[in-house]
C-alpha cells in the first residue's frame, strides 16, 4: 500500500509540477508585455515632447533624445517654418529616431518592426503633432493557437500627442503674410472695396456724437 502511495505522489507531480512551471513563465510572459506597453508609451511621449519642442529645426541634423547639444546648431532653425515646414522629412527622422530606441531597449523581440504613424495638424494660430505605434509578439504555444483558429499574436499600442507653440515665430509670420499682403496691392484693393463701408460707419458716428 505504501508504494502505491507514493507511486500515486510521483504520477500527480508529474502531471502538475509541468502544468505549474506553465503558469510561472506564462505570469513572467506577461509581465515582460506589460514592461513593453510602458516602454512603447514612455518612448512615444518623450518623442512627441522632443520633437514639438525641436520642431523648428531640422531634425535629420539632431539627435531628438538629446535635443540641442552645440551652439552652432541654433543656426539650423528653419525660417518661417510655422509656413514652409517640410514635415515629410521631420516624420522620416522621428520614425527612425523611435524605432532605434525601440530596438535598444526591447526584452522581447517583436513579430515586426514596429508600425509608427506621425499626424501633422496645420491650424490657424497653432501646429499639432501626434504619434501612435504599436507592436506585435507572438503568444505561447503560437501554432497551437492558430490551429484552433486563435490569433497567435497579441497587439500593444501607445499614442501622444502635443501642441508646437512659438510665440516668436508666430508674430514674424504674421509680420511676414502681411509684408505680402502690402506689397501685392492686395491692401489697396481691399481699402478700396471697405472704403464705402467706412465712411458709412464714420457717418452713423458723427450722428451719435
Same mark, same amino acid.
Not at 496691392?185 to 458716428?205: F, M, R, T, Y
Given at each position: 500500500?505504501?508504494?502505491?502511495?507514493?507511486?500515486?505522489?510521483?504520477?500527480?507531480?508529474?502531471?502538475?509540477?509541468?502544468?505549474?512551471?506553465?503558469? %510561472?513563465?506564462?505570469? #513572467?510572459?506577461? @509581465?515582460?508585455? *506589460?514592461?513593453?506597453?510602458? !516602454?512603447?508609451?514612455? &518612448?512615444? =511621449?518623450?518623442?512627441?515632447?522632443?520633437?514639438?519642442?525641436?520642431?523648428?529645426?531640422?531634425?535629420?541634423?539632431?539627435? %531628438?533624445?538629446?535635443? #540641442?547639444?552645440? @551652439?552652432?546648431? *541654433?543656426?539650423?532653425?528653419? !525660417?518661417?517654418?510655422? &509656413?514652409? =515646414?517640410?514635415?515629410?522629412?521631420?516624420?522620416?527622422?522621428?520614425?527612425?529616431?523611435?524605432?532605434?530606441?525601440?530596438?535598444?531597449?526591447?526584452?522581447?523581440?517583436?513579430?515586426?518592426?514596429?508600425?509608427?504613424?506621425?499626424?501633422?495638424?496645420?491650424?490657424?494660430?497653432?501646429?499639432?503633432?501626434?504619434?501612435?505605434?504599436?507592436?506585435?509578439?507572438?503568444?505561447?504555444?503560437?501554432?497551437?493557437?492558430?490551429?484552433?483558429?486563435?490569433?497567435?499574436?497579441?497587439?500593444?499600442?501607445?499614442?501622444?500627442?502635443?501642441?508646437?507653440?512659438?510665440?516668436?515665430?508666430?508674430?514674424?509670420?504674421?509680420?511676414?503674410?502681411?509684408?505680402?499682403?502690402?506689397?501685392?496691392?492686395?491692401?489697396?484693393?481691399?481699402?478700396?472695396?471697405?472704403?464705402?463701408?467706412?465712411?458709412?460707419?464714420?457717418?452713423?458716428?458723427?450722428?451719435?456724437?
Amino acid at each position: 500500500r505504501s508504494n502505491m502511495c507514493i507511486g500515486a505522489i510521483t504520477v500527480e507531480y508529474a502531471i502538475i509540477f509541468p502544468i505549474v512551471i506553465l503558469c %510561472i513563465l506564462l505570469l #513572467i510572459y506577461i @509581465g515582460m508585455l *506589460y514592461y513593453q506597453q510602458s !516602454l512603447l508609451q514612455s &518612448i512615444v =511621449s518623450d518623442n512627441v515632447q522632443n520633437c514639438a519642442l525641436l520642431w523648428g529645426f531640422n531634425l535629420e541634423d539632431i539627435d %531628438i533624445k538629446e535635443g #540641442i547639444e552645440q @551652439g552652432n546648431q *541654433y543656426t539650423g532653425k528653419q !525660417l518661417y517654418w510655422h &509656413i514652409f =515646414s517640410n514635415t515629410n522629412k521631420k516624420k522620416d527622422a522621428l520614425i527612425k529616431s523611435i524605432r532605434n530606441e525601440i530596438a535598444q531597449k526591447s526584452i522581447l523581440k517583436p513579430e515586426d518592426e514596429v508600425d509608427v504613424r506621425i499626424e501633422h495638424q496645420n491650424y490657424l494660430f497653432y501646429k499639432k503633432v501626434g504619434i501612435s505605434a504599436s507592436l506585435a509578439y507572438p503568444l505561447p504555444f503560437k501554432s497551437i493557437l492558430e490551429s484552433f483558429g486563435l490569433l497567435g499574436n497579441i497587439s500593444i499600442e501607445a499614442y501622444s500627442e502635443m501642441v508646437i507653440n512659438d510665440p516668436k515665430e508666430f508674430m514674424q509670420n504674421v509680420d511676414y503674410i502681411y509684408q505680402i499682403y502690402d506689397e501685392t496691392g492686395a491692401k489697396d484693393w481691399v481699402d478700396e472695396k471697405c472704403e464705402p463701408l467706412a465712411n458709412s460707419l464714420q457717418k452713423i458716428k458723427e450722428y451719435f456724437k
